[in-house]
Nanobody
Framework: VQLQASGGGLVQAGGSLRLSCAAS????????MGWFRQAPGKEREFVAG????????RYPDSVKGRFTISRNNVLNTVALQMNSLKSEDTAVYYCASRYARRPETVHDIPTEYQNWGQGTLVTVSS
């Protein structure tokens, strides 16, 4: 699965951005999807995950209530809606996919993902 992320940019604190990720293969619906981010000098961290069937999602406390992940298994896309952005959300954001045997499972560990997009930069000014 090849992934192409887009939608990053510069936004003021408190604003919103919507990231999108397009997948290249018809087997998209066999993959769990995730968004991760990496700030300068920091490790890559989990931001949001969604199961194959789209029914289950997971977020870390740092973004819970502000970020929403969604997917469209017809269009082979996954999106990350980010609201109430903070300066600490500044990072390069990556979408990722992994084959998921169970349709309801959400995965939040970066090393479990096989495919990664190129990243899109989100900068939040305070």
């Amino acid at each position: 699965v090849q992934l192409q992320a887009s939608g990053g940019g510069l936004v003021q604190a408190g604003g919103s951005l919507r990231l999108s990720c397009a997948a290249s293969r018809r087997t998209f619906n066999m993959n769990a999807m995730g968004w991760f981010r990496q700030a300068p000098g920091k490790e890559r961290e989990f931001v949001a995950g969604i199961s194959r069937n789209g029914y289950n999602t997971r977020y870390p406390d740092s973004v819970k209530g502000r970020f929403t992940i969604s997917r469209n298994n017809v269009l082979n896309t996954v999106a990350l809606q980010m609201n109430s952005l903070k300066s600490e959300d500044t990072a390069v954001y990556y979408c990722a996919s992994r084959y998921a045997r169970r349709p309801e499972t959400v995965h939040d560990i970066p090393t479990e993902y096989q495919n990664w997009g190129q990243g899109t930069l989100v900068t939040v000014s305070s």
